[in-house]
Nanobody
Framework: QVQLHESGGGLVQPGGSLKLSCAASGRRFTNYFMAWFRQAPGKEREFVQGISGDGRTNYYVDSIKGRFTISRDNAKLTVYLQMNSLNSEDTAVYYC???????????????????WGQGTQVTVSS
């Protein structure tokens, strides 16, 4: 079992930056593929970025590549999401998730992740 806890959300102005953290507890953290998802009101939960267990490979969607960067520090059992150039469309609850059975063709699907954090709210507004 792996437990995840997100933090770092809050209110930020358009164009600003924010860094989210996901602290993990559990065994064999390096074996887990980790990802960030987000869900805005009235929207489906969507994949943001993912990262391999060793931190060497990032997975992304074109719409946010270059603005968001996922990273992990396995020694600290923590995954990060650096968010830059934020706009109102980035307003959502952000979740971290862990998969113990990673498949390269299905990493963007919520059904691929067994463990989830409670979410942290990010609000972009002036």
């Amino acid at each position: 079992q792996v437990q995840l806890h997100e933090s770092g959300g809050g209110l930020v102005q358009p164009g600003g930056s924010l860094k989210l953290s996901c602290a993990a507890s559990g065994r064999r953290f390096t074996n887990y593929f980790m990802a960030w998802f987000r869900q805005a009101p009235g929207k489906e939960r969507e994949f943001v970025q993912g990262i391999s267990g060793d931190g060497r490979t990032n997975y992304y969607v074109d719409s946010i590549k270059g603005r968001f960067t996922i990273s992990r520090d396995n020694a600290k059992l923590t995954v990060y999401l650096q968010m830059n150039s934020l706009n109102s469309e980035d307003t959502a609850v952000y979740y971290c998730a862990a998969s113990d059975a990673f498949h390269p063709s299905r990493y963007m699907g919520v059904e691929e992740y067994k463990y989830w954090g409670q979410g942290t709210q990010v609000t972009v507004s002036s």
